[in-house]
């Protein structure tokens, strides 16, 4: 069974960084589409940022410029770099993955969750 663990979250000043990692199980990483979705208190889950199998890159419009995501496939993880947080940032962030199909923004688009990790930005 595929299991997702994320680690990274915490609290930090707005303007500040951290990176969240996520270490998935398995043999097949390497097959895997990864994503980033956050969820906010009484908000539905968005999506935040992707990477394809072949390390295509997709982010949403609110975080270009500020996040970057990767994967280190040996490692079988995947990693967020967020810079210049903001107050609005604050959330649970949620690893993702799943064979590659596309559809990257989509939740559906993926088999596999982890269980979080919050991120909270004081102002």
């Known amino acids: 069974q595929v299991q997702l663990l994320e680690s990274g979250g915490g609290l930090v000043q707005a303007g500040g960084s951290l990176r969240l990692s996520c270490v998935v199980s398995g043999r097949t990483f390497s097959r895997y589409a990864m994503g980033w979705f956050r969820q906010a208190p009484g908000k539905e889950r968005q999506f935040v940022a992707a990477i394809s199998r072949n390390e295509g890159t997709y982010y949403a419009d609110f975080v270009k410029g500020r996040f970057t995501i990767s994967r280190d496939n040996p490692k079988n993880t995947v990693y967020l770099q967020m810079n210049t947080l903001k107050p609005e940032d604050t959330a649970i962030y949620y690893c993702?993955?799943?064979?590659?199909?596309?559809?990257?923004?989509?939740?559906?688009?993926?088999?596999?969750w982890g269980q979080g990790t919050q991120v909270t930005v004081s102002s």
């Open positions: 993702t993955g799943g064979n590659d199909l596309g559809g990257y923004a989509a939740p559906t688009s993926y088999e596999y």
